[in-house]
């Protein structure tokens, strides 16, 4: 019966995600996404790591991210865990263009720049395996700063480069994921498929992920998902289709 | 077993840097989109308009004849002139020579007042004074010859004519004349005096001397009826406090060599309540002025500066107008009715900025006709050209290169 729910489950999910990443694929990124974690096991319960990301856009052309930093995560219960981490975002932010009321000629235009983020985070997890499978609900609480600078903007009206502050902002981030893993047996191959939403005061944006881990001698685990991200009506960024890779090595 | 396992660690490390290392160097395309020529173009630089003082080639000033023509009284020409005064100022005097029966010259020191009572009278003026003036009362013609002359008033317009008559001004050939008013004027009641050079009547101006006009006070020359200048003439306005030349009932520029610079806040170079019409001659006018914001009950009002600022409709058959405004919103031709651009040549750059007004190389608040000639507009902070009501371009031209900044279209 419970393992019926799960499939039900696990089957909506694929559902959801087949349903919405068709709308509109059309006018949708694609880019790549690299991590690389150390992780070490402290105890039974507390385990620390280090994780570095890339990522790209532009149909892959084009370097998005490099991040990096610590976490910590504490088994409370066994069904509960506990997180925290901390992430340096080196980000290469988006050109920004502006019309005129006639919605043809130029205003503004700020080219892409490099910036620095800082981000932190605190996360529970609850999990519950149904036999094989099982599913996990993550609900994380994200605070990103980043601090003021000035960058070059062309102003099309003065027909000339101007010093734009893009002022510093904090900005808070409610990450609910709820997750389906199976556990195959005599695999060494386990699937897993994800919905997350990333709300502020409204949904910012959406990501499905489907993908499979595989693990060596407990020691060296690897990850490969396709992640489809949905922005919300009042986001610039384009839908992105990206594939991931994860490496983790556990000592 | 430590050193092993920060050596995978280290290496782990590495491998994610390498990684990403080659990543980045795939993924170093920019996405921006392509502005460079986008850019260039918003970023070209303008036309050169600077003030001209080389001498102009202009064809003979033929008068009018016809006493029909509603022209025929702008000509000294038609008139006779056979009573005449002669003023000589020299520093704080002023030597009256020349009697005429009707008209009584006054003088205080280097002031003169002359009273016509009688004719059309030609006054020709000569000499230098640092405190001198000439005012003129009577509603007959007059022609005032200035004769190598070279005054300024302290405390009010060097010339300043009262009646509403034609005050010729025919500059002498080959001289260079120089007026120039004070900064604080010492009002008369019920009397206006408006500029350096002022004039209730209008006011002709031909010859072939040179007339330079410096007003700190305010207006450079102006006439509360209208203005003609005829080929010959050179005059050199400056002004820093208002308007460089100006005339409330039209001007009509059918020769001439004019510079004309203007500094103040909100001030025109040029400025026509009436028709305007330009049939010849070389305008050069540059307003360097910010935008003038005057608040009154509370209520600001705003005035950016112009080249050329007309109030009624201007037409352009002949000649050349280099216009140029540098001072915040300022305009290079501010027309508040129609445009007919038939011929001659038109340049207009607006350079300034734009914190409080527009900077716009032409405005039409009417309709603007293009039709002959060569005519260029260029503002660096808004439209080269903005015209409220229809332009209509004729076809025939040669060159129609509208860009983000500039617009020219020749014939």
């Given at each position: 019966m419970a393992r019926s729910k799960m499939n039900q489950l696990a089957a909506l999910l694929l559902l959801i995600s087949a349903a919405l990443i068709?709308?509109?694929?059309?006018a949708d990124d694609a880019g790549l996404v690299v991590s690389a974690e150390a992780s070490h096991k402290f105890t039974k319960a507390l385990s620390a790591g280090f994780e570095v990301e890339f990522r790209s856009r532009n149909n892959f052309r084009t370097a998005d991210r490099v991040s990096f930093g610590p976490s910590v995560s504490y088994k409370v219960l066994p069904w509960l865990k506990a997180s925290a981490g901390y992430n340096l975002l080196i980000d290469n932010n988006r050109e920004e263009i502006t019309y005129q009321d006639d919605g043809v000629s130029y205003n503004n235009w700020r080219p892409s720049y490099w910036g620095v983020r800082h981000r932190f985070n605190v996360s529970l997890t609850a999990s519950r395996k149904i036999q094989r499978v099982e599913v996990s609900l993550r609900e994380r609480w994200q605070y990103t700063y980043r601090r003021s600078r000035v960058i070059d903007n062309f102003d099309f009206d003065n027909a000339e480069w101007e010093d734009h502050e893009v002022r510093g902002k904090g900005k808070n981030v409610l990450r609910s994921r709820l997750q389906v893993a199976w556990d195959i047996p005599k695999c060494k191959f386990d699937p897993y498929a994800s919905v997350e939403f990333h709300s502020t005061r409204e949904l910012e944006k959406t990501r499905f992920i489907v993908g499979v881990d595989h693990s060596i001698k407990k020691k060296h685990e690897f990850t490969l998902y396709y992640r489809y991200q949905l922005s919300g009506s009042s986001s610039d960024e384009p839908n992105i289709h990206m594939l991931g890779m994860g490496y983790t090595y556990k000592f | 077993m430590l050193y092993t396992t920060m050596k995978k660690v280290l290496f782990l490390l590495y491998s994610v840097l390498f990684t990403a290392m080659a990543m980045g160097l795939v993924s170093c395309?920019?996405?921006?989109?392509?502005m460079d020529d986008i850019i260039a173009q918003y970023q070209i630089e303008p036309a050169s308009i600077e003030l001209d003082y080389s001498d102009l080639a202009e064809a003979p000033d033929v008068p009018v004849?016809?006493?029909?023509?509603?022209?025929?009284?702008?000509?000294?020409?038609?008139?006779?002139?056979?009573e005449v005064i002669e003023l000589k100022y020299a520093g704080d005097d002023v030597e009256v020579t020349g009697a005429v029966p009707g008209v009584i010259v006054q003088t205080s020191g280097a002031h003169a007042t002359v009273l016509n009572m009688s004719g059309p009278i030609k006054i020709v003026v000569s000499g230098s004074t640092a405190n001198g003036s000439l005012k003129l009362y009577g509603d007959k013609r007059v022609q005032l010859m200035l004769n190598n002359v070279d005054m300024t008033n302290p405390t009010g317009a060097a010339i300043n004519n009262q009646g509403g008559k034609t005050m010729y001004v025919v500059l002498a050939q080959g001289t260079t004349n120089h007026l120039q008013d004070g900064t604080d004027y010492t009002l008369v009641d019920d009397?206006?005096?408006?500029?350096?050079l002022f004039s209730e009547g209008q006011i002709v101006f031909s010859g072939h001397g040179r007339l330079d006009v410096n007003a700190v006070?305010?207006?450079g020359i102006r006439s509360d009826d209208y203005i003609r200048i005829r080929p010959g003439v050179k005059i050199n306005v400056s002004s820093?406090?208002?308007?460089?030349l100006r005339a409330n009932d039209g001007i009509i520029v059918d020769g001439g060599a004019i510079n004309i610079m203007t500094t103040g806040?909100?001030?025109?170079?040029m400025r026509s309540g009436g028709l305007m019409e330009v049939n010849g001659g070389r305008l050069v006018a540059i307003a360097s002025g910010d935008t003038r914001i005057e608040t009154v009950d509370g209520v600001a009002d705003t005035a950016a500066c112009a080249a050329l600022y007309c109030d009624s409709l201007l037409v352009v058959n002949s000649g050349t107008l280099k216009l140029k405004a540098t001072g915040?919103?300022?305009?290079g031709l501010n027309a508040k009715q129609d445009v007919a651009f038939d011929g001659g040549s038109l340049q207009a750059v607006a350079a300034g900025t734009r914190e409080v007004k527009k900077p716009k190389g032409v405005k039409v608040d009417g309709s603007m006709s293009i039709g002959g000639g060569y005519f260029y507009s260029y503002s660096r902070r808004s439209d080269p050209l903005d015209v409220s009501g229809t332009l209509t371009v004729a076809p025939g031209y040669t060159t129609y290169d509208s860009g983000a900044k500039a617009l020219t279209i020749a014939y």
């Open positions: 068709p709308t509109s694929l059309h | 395309v920019d996405d921006d989109t392509d004849t016809d006493e029909n023509d509603e022209a025929y009284n702008d000509y000294v020409e038609n008139s006779s002139w056979n009397e206006d005096q408006k500029a350096a006070g305010r207006g820093s406090a208002l308007d460089g806040a909100g001030a025109k170079g915040d919103g300022g305009k």
